[in-house]
C-alpha cells in the first residue's frame, strides 16, 4: 500500500500503527547488522522464523548440543549380528541394507585305529571346515535359509570316519568341511568354500606322532576360522575344528577318535 498525502485533508494514508506501510519491513528496508540480540523480543528467535543457515554464518565455538535434541540423523554401520549353530532362516531386521556373512563347514571326523597292524592302530587328526566371507547388498532380499554342516563322525575301529559337511548361505556363499582322519598317520585336509568375497581355508589334522610310555596318541584336530581342533582324548572339535585321531595303549589295539565340531554362521547386518 502506498503512503498518501492529503494536503486538503490534512491526512496520511498507509501507515500502520507501526509507521511503516502494511507494517511489513521488507529485507532490503533493513541496513546490514541493523538487528542485533538487543532488539530480538526476549533475546531468542522462534524454530519458524529460521528458514535456511549458511555454514559460512557459523563462527566460533558452538555450545553443548544434547544428544536428545539431535533429531533426523541416521544411524549408519554395524548395529546388530546373529549366530547360527543350526539349520535356520536368517530374517532382515528392519532398515538393514547390507550383512556380512561368514559360513563355516563341519569339522571332519578324526581318524578311527585299525586293529589289524601296530602301524595302523592310531591315527591321523581331521581337518577343520572351510569359511566363506561375503558381503550381500539385502535391499531386495527379506529372508535366507541358512544350513549348517553337521560334524564328521570319527567310526569305530575298522571303520572308516567321515568328512565334515557343507554350511551354505542360501545360494550366496558356503564352506566345505573338513576331510576325515584315517589310520597309519594320515591327516585329514582342511575345507575350503565357494562363492565368497573372500575364503578362509581350514587347517589340516595332524599326523599322529605323540607317545608315551603307556599310550600312543592321535594326530590333532586342524582348526576353522572360527573353533578349535580336538587335542584331548574325549575331545570334539569346536565350530568346524576337526576331531582328534584315534589312540591306542601301547598293548596294541586300535580305539575310536573324536567327533568334529559342526559348521557356524555369522551374519552381521548393516544400515
Known amino acids: 500500500m502506498a503512503i498518501v498525502f492529503d494536503s486538503d485533508a490534512g491526512t496520511i ?40 543457515l549458511a555454514a559460512s554464518k557459523l563462527t566460533g565455538a558452538l555450545p553443548a548440543i544434547s544428544g536428545a535434541s539431535l533429531t533426523g540423523i541416521p544411524v549408519t554401520g554395524l548395529t546388530s549380528q ?6 535356520g532362516t536368517w530374517t532382515k531386521p528392519t532398515g538393514i541394507t547390507k550383512i556380512k556373512v561368514y ?3 563341519g569339522g571332519g571326523g578324526g581318524g578311527s585305529g585299525n586293529s589289524g597292524s601296530w602301524t595302523q592302530w592310531t591315527a591321523g587328526g581331521a581337518g577343520g571346515g572351510g569359511t566363506a566371507v561375503k558381503i550381500i547388498d539385502v535391499t531386495s532380499i527379506s529372508s535366507v535359509t541358512v544350513t549348517i554342516g553337521a560334524g564328521g563322525v570319527s567310526n569305530n575301529v575298522n571303520v572308516a570316519s567321515t568328512a565334515g559337511g557343507t554350511s551354505s548361505f542360501g ?10 582322519g584315517a589310520a597309519q598317520h594320515v591327516p585329514g585336509q582342511g575345507g575350503g568354500a565357494t562363492g565368497g568375497d573372500y575364503i578362509i581355508y ?18 590333532k584336530g586342524g582348526a576353522s576360522f572360527f573353533g578349535r581342533g580336538a587335542s584331548g582324548t574325549t575331545q570334539p572339535g569346536v565350530q568346524g575344528g576337526g ?17 568334529g565340531g559342526a559348521g557356524f554362521c555369522l551374519v552381521e547386518e548393516y544400515k
Do not use: M
Not at 581350514?202 to 594326530?219: A, E, I
Open 13 to 52: 494514508t498507509g501507515l500502520s500503527v507501526g509507521g511503516l506501510p502494511d507494517g511489513v519491513v521488507d529485507a532490503d528496508t533493513l541496513a546490514s547488522n541493523s538487528v542485533n540480540a538487543a532488539k530480538i523480543v526476549d533475546g531468542t528467535i522462534v524454530d519458524s522464523e529460521v528458514t535456511s
Open 82 to 87: 546373529q549366530v547360527f549353530t543350526s539349520s
Open 103 to 105: 559360513v563355516c563347514g
Open 171 to 180: 545360494s550366496h556363499c558356503s564352506g566345505y568341511g573338513g576331510g576325515a
Open 202 to 219: 581350514g587347517d589340516s589334522g595332524t599326523k599322529n606322532s605323540q607317545h608315551t610310555s603307556t599310550w600312543f596318541y592321535g594326530g
Open 243 to 259: 576331531g582328534q585321531g584315534a589312540r591306542s595303549p601301547d598293548t596294541g589295539g586300535g580305539s575310536d577318535g573324536t567327533d
